[in-house]
């Protein structure tokens, strides 16, 4: 079962009611944080209840052509955050639909997934969506921005990301198939071999 979400945009503000007290805690651990790049929490009832800030924006699925050097920008910046071990907070859920642009700003959204992880998790999984949805030549494009402009910043490790792979894979494709999103795209199967090859 999904939160409850109440949208109120003459007031500028988003009533999140979250479905446990786990979903809760974690939206509020992160938007408490006050970082850039997410709405600003404006209230909680300590319960379930989060008041955010609307942000009018666009999925970046919908744009014609996501800086995709920026949205990396805000992984690069969460995994930046806090670290136990290798592990670093992940989005973990990263659905196009959890990142708005507005205002020549992108933002992230919904962090009641959120875990300590490995990086390669966050990428992986983002770039799942977009090979299920770009032609070969503009996925390359767009898997090897991500990867180099991430690289710039943090360390990727291979090894890591290889052993991911099956299991973000399957994950993926389980939420796919139990939202009723089919993977139709002709170069999926190219794409997510491509997705394999990092060094």
Not at 66 to 83: Q, W
Not at 113 to 130: A, N, R, S
Request: aromatic residues 14%.
């Amino acid at each position: 079962m999904k939160s409850e979400i109440i949208i109120s945009k003459e007031k500028n503000q988003v009533i999140k009611i979250c479905n446990s007290p786990k979903m809760f805690k974690k939206e509020l651990y992160i938007y408490k944080k006050k970082l850039p790049y997410t709405p600003r929490l404006l209230d909680n009832d300590g319960k379930n209840t989060l008041m955010l800030e609307y942000i009018d924006g666009i999925p970046i699925m919908d744009l014609e052509q996501p800086n995709f050097a920026k949205i990396t920008g805000l992984m690069v910046n969460l995994h930046s955050l806090e670290s136990k071990g290798s592990k670093c907070i992940c989005h973990f859920d990263n659905n196009p639909k959890n990142y708005l642009f507005s205002n020549g700003k992108y933002y992230m959204l919904d962090f009641s997934e959120w875990v300590y992880d490995f990086p390669e998790t966050d990428l992986i999984h983002f770039l799942l969506f977009w090979a299920s949805t770009y032609n070969f030549n503009k996925f390359k494009d767009v898997f090897e921005l991500v990867v180099n402009t991430y690289r710039s910043k943090r360390m990727i490790n291979p090894l890591e990301w290889e052993l991911m792979i099956p299991e973000i894979i399957s994950r993926f494709d389980s939420r796919r198939k139990e939202f009723g999103k089919k993977q139709t795209h002709p170069d999926i199967s190219k794409n997510r071999e491509m997705l394999k090859n990092i060094i």
